[in-house]
Nanobody
Framework: QVQLVESGGGSVQAGGSLRLSCAASGRTFSSYTMGWFRQAPGKDRTFVAAFSWSGGNTYYADSVKGRFTISRDNAKNTVYLQMNSLKPEDTAVYYC????????????????WGQGTQVTVSS
């Protein structure tokens, strides 16, 4: 069982930056693919980024490529999402996610979810 706790959300103006953190419980953090999804009001939850445990591969949604960076610190059991050049359309609740398989880009692939953290970008 893995518990995920997000932090770092908030409100920012367009063009600004935020860094989200997700702390995971458990002793096998390095064996999980970690990632982020987001859900805007009235919309489905969608993939944002993932960092595979296998080979250190990273994956990004097209909408955030070049602006967001996912990283992980296995010693701290923490995954981060650095978000730069934020846009109003990035406004959503951001969820941390974990999976034991190397790839995770769909909501049905997620084994564990965090409780979510709100990100609001104003124009």
């Amino acid at each position: 069982q893995v518990q995920l706790v997000e932090s770092g959300g908030g409100s920012v103006q367009a063009g600004g930056s935020l860094r989200l953190s997700c702390a995971a419980s458990g002793r096998t953090f390095s064996s999980y693919t970690m990632g982020w999804f987001r859900q805007a009001p009235g919309k489905d939850r969608t993939f944002v980024a993932a960092f595979s445990w296998s080979g250190g591969n990273t994956y990004y949604a097209d909408s955030v490529k070049g602006r967001f960076t996912i990283s992980r610190d296995n010693a701290k059991n923490t995954v981060y999402l650095q978000m730069n050049s934020l846009k109003p359309e990035d406004t959503a609740v951001y969820y941390c996610a974990a999976r034991t398989w190397p790839v995770m880009t769909r909501t049905y692939e997620v084994d564990y979810w965090g409780q979510g953290t709100q990100v609001t970008v104003s124009s």
